[in-house]
């Protein structure tokens, strides 16, 4: 089992920075892909960026290809996703979401994914 909890969240002017993260329970979460998702208002939850297990592998949307960068710290239990050159476009719901222990490899579908934080609101101004 997996417990997830986001943090970072606020408002943020265009083009400005802001960094997430998402620290992890379960003495799993070592052996677990990562991902982050978001959602706006109306819209489909939408893939943001995954990591795999070991953080060697990372894989983006192409929106934020170049602004966004994922990371994580096994030996903290947390996952980061530093945001830049952000966009009101990038206004949304942010969630970290954990892949079942046998799933290592950073994968852009909700499907592969068994655990979810509850959120944190991200709204940029232009």
């Known amino acids: 089992q997996v417990q997830l909890v986001e943090s970072g969240g606020g408002l943020a002017q265009a083009g400005g920075s802001l960094r997430l993260s998402c620290a992890a329970s379960g003495r799993t979460f070592s052996r677990n892909a990562m991902g982050w998702f978001r959602q706006a208002p109306g819209k489909e939850r939408e893939f943001v960026a995954a990591i795999s297990w070991s953080g060697g592998t990372t894989v983006y949307v192409d929106s934020v290809k170049g602004r966004f960068t994922i990371s994580r710290d096994n030996t903290k239990n947390t996952v980061y996703l530093q945001m830049n050159s952000l966009k009101p476009e990038d206004t949304a719901v942010y969630y970290c979401?954990?892949?079942?222990?046998?799933?290592?490899?950073?994968?852009?579908?909700?499907?592969?994914?068994?655990?979810w934080g509850q959120g944190t609101q991200v709204t940029v101004s232009s």
């Open positions: 979401a954990a892949a079942p222990p046998y799933k290592r490899a950073a994968s852009r579908y909700k499907g592969d994914y068994d655990y």
